[in-house]
Each structure stands twice: as structure tokens, then as C-alpha cells.
């Protein structure tokens, strides 16, 4: 069983749809071991995303992720990695596969819906940044 970390984005969550994409993860074998709903502060989303503070969309990609809460999730099953980015779809929602959260729910490759871990290592670090050990069940 592997753990990552999901991030319905602002875009999707004042769509009203926190509980489709939630259910896109449940019906195909994810589990939430985790979930809040938070506004990110530009230092957290700065912080979060720190790995791409020297690209040209870093600034976009702060000022989106802080122009509304956001909910964050542990999701937990086999392969959860891999399997949450699958369900995902490719970064930009034009490139990504019909069927996919990214096709069905977001309009550009900014407001793109969701945010997946895209390394077991990387899902550890994410999950550690915003839940303690006794929030995830
Ligand atoms: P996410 O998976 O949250 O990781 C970083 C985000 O940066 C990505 O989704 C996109 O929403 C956003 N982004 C904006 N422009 C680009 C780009 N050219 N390449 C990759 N990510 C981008």
C-alpha cells in the first residue's frame, strides 16, 4: 500500500465539485486516509512549490493556488502514486486523456483541477507538509 498526496486546486473547488473528483479516487481503489479544506498563504504555496521557484510560472502558479481554498488530501491504496496520476491526467488539461479529472474538470494548464505527487518520495515530503501522523487514518 502506498500513500501520495491530492490537491483539488481553487478552480475545482469553486466548481462545486470537490465530491466527483473525490469519488473519480474512490471508485478505482483509493482510499482518504485524509482531507481538509485550507486557503493557502503565498508563503505555503511558495513553500509547496519551491521546486519550481526558478520557472517563469512560478508567480502564476502562487498567485492560483492562493485565489481560493483548496482542498488536500491523503489518498492511500496499491500503486497510489501512480494511480492518482493515471486518474489525474497529463498537466495540461488540452493533452490530457478523455475520461481523465484533467479532461472532465479543469480549463488550462494553471487551473488544472488537481495536484498529484509525482514520486514516492515526493508524495512523503507533500503529505508531511500539511498533515501530522495523527491526522492521517
Ligand atoms: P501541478 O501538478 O500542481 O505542479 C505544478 C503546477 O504548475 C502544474 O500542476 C501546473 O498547474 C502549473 N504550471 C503552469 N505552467 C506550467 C508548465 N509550463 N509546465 C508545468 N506546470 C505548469
Known amino acids: 500500500m502506498e500513500k ?6 481553487p478552480d475545482a473547488v469553486s466548481k462545486n465539485v470537490i ?12 482510499r ?12 505555503d504555496a511558495g513553500k509547496f512549490y ?6 517563469p510560472f512560478f508567480g502564476e502558479l502562487v498567485e492560483f493556488m492562493t485565489s481560493g481554498p483548496v482542498v488536500v488530501m491523503v489518498l492511500e491504496g496499491k500503486d497510489a ?9 497529463a498537466t495540461d488539461p ?12 479543469a480549463q488550462s ?16 515530503k507533500e503529505i508531511a507538509f500539511f498533515f501530522a501522523q495523527k491526522e492521517i487514518l
Open 32 to 43: 482518504i486516509a485524509a482531507m481538509k479544506k485550507i486557503q493557502l498563504s503565498a508563503a
Open 94 to 105: 488540452k493533452e490530457a486523456e478523455a475520461g481523465t479529472i484533467r479532461a472532465d474538470f
Open 109 to 124: 494548464i494553471d487551473a488544472n483541477a488537481v495536484h498529484g505527487s509525482d514520486s514516492l518520495e515526493n508524495a512523503q
Open 81 to 89: 502514486v501512480a494511480a492518482n496520476r493515471a486518474l489525474m491526467g
Open 50 to 55: 519551491e521546486v519550481h521557484a526558478q520557472r
Open 4 to 9: 501520495t498526496l491530492s490537491i483539488i486546486k
Open 19 to 30: 465530491g466527483k473528483i473525490v469519488d473519480r479516487f474512490e471508485s478505482n481503489g483509493l
